[in-house]
């Protein structure tokens, strides 16, 4: 008997796991076109020395990689927590068709928070959202990880 697939948002929980057994802020990021899985990536700044390396830029850069492309237009991103300022621009930027993600950011987020980037009227792309995928588990993962830094 085969294992049933992965669903990308249980991938990118996956790997936010991933991230907090590494000491990394606990979020995962998968970039899926037509059904297949372009890239995966994990929280990776600590790890890097890099502010820039947050699992949705790594997702972005791979992706981009492997399409040969400087776009992602018709692919969607899963990430587990709300995107801050700088992914989101780097998501309007690739133009994503779609963002699901898990957990809500009040404090850093910018999609549904903060700035709001895709309401603003600078912004030249505006991606679908979908909030609140996996959120339960994402969540968890976030309160236990920062619980032991607080």
Do not use: W
Not at 8 to 13: C, G, I, K, R, S
Not at 43 to 52: A, C, F, I, Q, Y
Not at 82 to 93: L, N, S
């Amino acid at each position: 008997m085969t294992a049933a697939p992965q669903s990308p948002m249980d991938l990118a929980l996956v790997l936010a796991e991933e991230a907090a057994a590494n000491e990394e802020a606990p979020v995962g990021a998968v970039i899926v076109e037509g059904g297949k899985v372009l890239a995966a990536e994990r929280n990776r700044m600590r790890e890097l020395g890099d502010p820039t390396a947050h699992a949705e830029m790594l997702a972005i850069r791979r992706a981009l990689a492997v399409r040969g492309s400087g776009r992602l237009d018709g692919c969607d991103l899963y990430v587990t927590l709300e995107p801050c300022a700088m992914c989101a621009g780097a998501i309007a930027h690739v133009r994503l068709r779609r963002v699901y993600y898990g957990a809500e950011d009040p404090k850093a987020g910018a999609v549904d928070h903060g700035v709001r980037l895709f309401a603003s009227p600078n912004c030249h792309h505006r991606p679908e959202v979908i909030a609140g995928l996996g959120e339960a588990r994402a969540s968890a993962l976030l309160r236990a990880f920062f619980a032991v830094r607080r």
